[in-house]
C-alpha cells in the first residue's frame, strides 16, 4: 500500500518560471517530510525538510509547503533552472526513522 | 566529510545466482537502510539496521535475501538465488538522528538476466 503518493509522473516547466510538485501522504503519523533530487546514475540527494509543527519551509529557491488537514505538500521551485531538470521524489517519516517514498516526478525545465 | 560508499556499481547476473552487495555508512551514522528502487518506482525499504541491530526487515523476502551489520559500520546485503525481478537499483542509506534527513550512496544497479 503506497503510502506516499506523487500522481505526476512528469512536469515540463520554462526556464524562469516557477515549478510546482506536489505529494500526498495517508498516514497521519508521519511528522516529517522531505524532498530528494534524483541524477540519473547517482544516489538521491537531499533537497529540503519540513517538520509537521511549520507549514513552510524556504531554503533559496526552493520553498516546501506542507497542509497536514489535506495530507499534501508541495514543492516550489522559483525560477526554475535547466539544471533543476532530474527526478524529484518526496518521503515521510514518523516514529522509527522510516522513510516512505513517493513514486517520483521527472522535471524537465526547458531553456 | 565522506558519504555513503556503496560497491559495486553495477553487477549483472545470472537468475539462480547469487550476488553480494557492500556499503559503508557515514561515519558515525547509527542507522543504516537498505532500499529497492525497481525503475520507475519509489525508492522501497528492504532492511533498516540501528547500530548491528535490526529495526524493521519486514518487507525484506527473507526466503532469497540477507542482510548483516556485523560491528555496527559496514553493511552487507545479499541475494541468493536471485531473480529477474530482483533486477533494480539497490540504495544505501545512513542516518544520523531523527528529524534529519537520510543520506543515500550512488547506488547498485543488479541487472539479473
Known amino acids: 500500500d503506497q503510502q506516499v503518493k506523487q500522481n505526476s509522473p512528469s512536469l515540463s516547466v520554462q526556464e524562469g518560471r516557477i515549478s510546482i510538485l506536489n505529494c500526498d501522504y495517508t498516514?497521519?503519523?508521519?511528522?516529517?517530510f522531505l524532498w530528494y533530487k534524483k541524477y540519473p546514475a547517482e544516489g538521491p540527494t537531499f533537497l529540503i525538510s519540513i517538520s509537521s509543527i511549520k507549514d513552510k519551509n524556504e531554503d533559496g529557491r526552493f520553498t516546501v509547503f506542507l497542509n497536514k488537514s489535506a495530507k499534501h505538500l508541495s514543492l516550489h521551485i522559483v525560477p526554475s533552472q535547466p539544471g533543476d531538470s532530474a527526478v524529484y521524489f518526496c518521503?515521510?517519516?514518523?516514529?522509527?526513522?522510516?522513510?516512505?517514498f513517493g513514486t517520483g516526478t521527472s522535471l524537465t525545465v526547458i531553456p | 566529510e565522506a558519504g555513503v560508499a556503496q560497491s559495486p556499481r553495477y553487477k549483472i547476473i545470472e537468475k539462480r545466482q547469487s550476488v553480494a552487495f557492500w556499503c559503508n555508512p557515514i561515519s558515525g551514522h547509527a542507522t543504516l537502510y537498505w532500499y529497492q528502487q525497481i525503475l520507475g518506482q519509489g525508492p522501497k525499504l528492504l532492511i533498516q539496521?540501528?547500530?548491528?541491530?535490526?529495526?524493521?526487515d519486514s518487507q525484506l523476502p527473507k526466503d532469497r535475501f540477507s542482510a548483516e551489520r556485523l560491528k555496527g559500520v559496514d553493511s552487507t546485503l545479499k541475494i541468493q538465488p536471485a531473480k529477474l525481478e530482483d533486477s533494480a537499483v539497490y540504495l544505501c542509506a545512513s542516518l544520523s538522528g531523527p528529524d534529519t534527513e537520510a543520506f543515500f550512496g550512488q547506488g547498485t544497479r543488479l541487472t539479473v538476466v
Open positions: 539496521f540501528q547500530n548491528n541491530g535490526v529495526v524493521d
Open positions: 498516514n497521519s503519523m508521519f511528522d516529517y
Open positions: 518521503a515521510a517519516s514518523g516514529t522509527g526513522n522510516q522513510f516512505y
